[in-house]
């Protein structure tokens, strides 16, 4: 039986909310890259500049039907954990605008941030923000709290279907990038989006879905035994 001590709840909310903070940043420094933005943010992207929001504020729509997609799926085996994902989804919105370079929006640290110019520099951007992505990821599910919608909705697939988690996963994030990808080609100028800085997919988008798990997979090997002994300290686990 567990043994869960006060200050490792601390020590694992801290962990799971830096883990998000560290993402938020590393999706506004990949949409400073105009080279394409992850997965799980092209819709929301895309949807930021068709209806003139915030991107925290489409992230906070498009991951509200996330997780009504969860109740759809799951039903009656809907949990208060998929329910939390409503919380997580205000939370998040709120990082974003945050973290990003919206004058509009709440915050805008990276405001004053110099954009790239010439290709060589936004490379370099979207590079940072994928190993940045990576880094934020692996610390948010170190304490397997509550998942974020588009791993939520993989997760209900998952269980419903039987369907491997990471086939689902994929499934997930595809699904968001032809969507995106059609907003993108119907709302934001066709083919001439690729070029502009109102572009949400493109090559960028693509190493994003490759290297952010992998980046995971790399610090996990390393690190996630020595982070989870200091995550459960002194806790009886068996």
């Keep these: 039986m567990k043994n869960v001590r006060p200050v490792n709840i601390v020590k694992q909310l801290i962990i799971y909310v830096a883990g998000l903070f560290i993402i938020t940043l590393g999706i506004n420094i990949?949409?400073?890259?105009a080279l394409g933005i992850s997965p799980v943010s092209s819709i929301p992207r895309a949807c930021e500049q068709i209806w003139g929001f915030t991107l925290g504020t489409t992230t906070f729509i498009v991951y509200i039907f996330l997780v009504v997609a969860q109740l759809v799926v799951l039903r009656k085996n809907f949990r208060i954990i998929n329910a939390l994902g409503l919380l997580l989804t205000i939370l998040f919105s709120v990082m974003v605008d945050f973290t990003g370079s919206d004058p509009d929006a709440f915050g805008h640290i990276l405001y004053n941030f110099p954009r790239p110019e010439g290709y060589i520099m936004k490379l370099i951007y979207m590079i940072v923000s994928v190993i940045i992505i990576g880094i934020g990821a692996f610390l948010y599910l170190r304490p397997n709290w509550v998942p974020m919608p588009s791993e939520g909705l993989a997760g209900a697939i998952s269980g419903v279907t039987g369907i491997k988690f990471g086939n689902c996963k994929t499934m997930v994030d595809t699904g968001m990038v032809i969507i995106a990808l059609i907003f993108q080609l119907i709302f934001l100028g066709g083919l001439s989006s690729f070029?502009?800085?109102?572009?949400?997919?493109?090559?960028?988008t693509i190493v994003a879905a490759i290297f952010v798990g992998q980046i995971v997979k790399i610090l996990s090997k390393y690190f996630a035994k020595p982070m989870e002994n200091w995550l459960h300290a002194g806790e009886n686990r068996s």
């Design 30 to 33: 990949s949409k400073m890259s």
């Design 195 to 204: 070029l502009s800085d109102s572009v949400v997919v493109r090559e960028g």
